[in-house]
T-cell receptor, first 113, second 115 residues
Framework: AQSVSQHNHHVILSEAASLELGCNYS??????LFWYVQYPGQHLQLLLK??????LVKGIKGFEAEFIKSKFSFNLRKPSVQWSDTAEYFC???????????FGTGTRLKVLA | GAGVSQSPSNKVTEKGKDVELRCDPI?????LYWYRQSLGQGLEFLIY????????KSGLPSDRFSAERTGGSVSTLTIQRTQQEDSAVYLC?????????????FGPGTRLTVL
């Protein structure tokens, strides 16, 4: 069955630390990959997405993610986090030819000033 | 409107009562999704509408849950005989079409508390 795993449920970092949040999925076919972010009191919004081409994608606010097909992974990275990055981050996978998305359980990131 | 809107933003109800949650998608978006967000559970898919096609109800957790979408626009999620385990944030999202490569735009959610 298709599934999405986010291994880090809670992450606490100091400002300027580097961030990497893991996302793995299980599916043998073509996928489209997303990271969404939910800042405190705000809607879920798209951070970045991968459909095809360069497996390293860049999103808003200095975030990037790399699709490694052999590892079924789409990890989110940021070289230097800011206090304003405190939020919950969700990985989502869309399965080719369908409309269904599966979301991970989310990672709560807290950045200490 | 400029974004997806949902109402009410908060709903407190007593166990056994029925509730209706409303979603107004972005104009022109043909696909509409309902999700349930519970603490530590991520986003749980409930139901999907695409244009005038029959909805995919495969994610509805029980027959107490139903949803409709009138005129291909506004959608209402109804929960009958609410239970405490129904307490969650209910999110609506819309996208330009239902294809997997389309970004979903989310509403602010309705926080449902069943006492």
């Amino acid at each position: 069955a298709q599934s999405v795993s986010q291994h880090n449920h809670h992450v606490i970092l100091s400002e300027a630390a580097s961030l990497e949040l893991g996302c793995n999925y299980s599916y043998g076919g073509t996928v489209n990959l997303f990271w969404y972010v939910q800042y405190p009191g705000q809607h879920l919004q798209l951070l970045l997405k991968y459909f095809s081409g360069d497996p390293l994608v860049k999103g808003i606010k200095g975030f990037e993610a790399e699709f490694i097909k052999s590892k079924f992974s789409f990890n989110l990275r940021k070289p230097s986090v800011q206090w304003s990055d405190t939020a919950e981050y969700f990985c989502a996978v869309g399965f080719s030819g369908t409309y269904k998305y599966i979301f991970g359980t989310g990672t709560r990131l807290k950045v200490l000033a | 409107g400029a974004g997806v809107s949902q109402s009410p933003s908060n709903k407190v109800t007593e166990k056994g009562k029925d509730v209706e949650l409303r979603c107004d998608p972005i104009s022109g978006h043909t696909a509409l999704y309902w999700y349930r967000q519970s603490l530590g559970q991520g986003l749980e898919f409930l139901i999907y509408f695409q244009g005038n096609s029959a909805p995919d109800k495969s994610g509805l957790p029980s027959d107490r849950f139903s949803a409709e979408r009138t005129g291909g626009s506004v959608s209402t999620l109804t929960i009958q005989r609410t239970q405490q385990e129904d307490s969650a944030v209910y999110l609506c999202a819309s996208s330009f079409s239902g294809r997997d490569y389309n970004e979903q735009f989310f509403g602010p959610g309705t926080r449902l508390t069943v006492l």
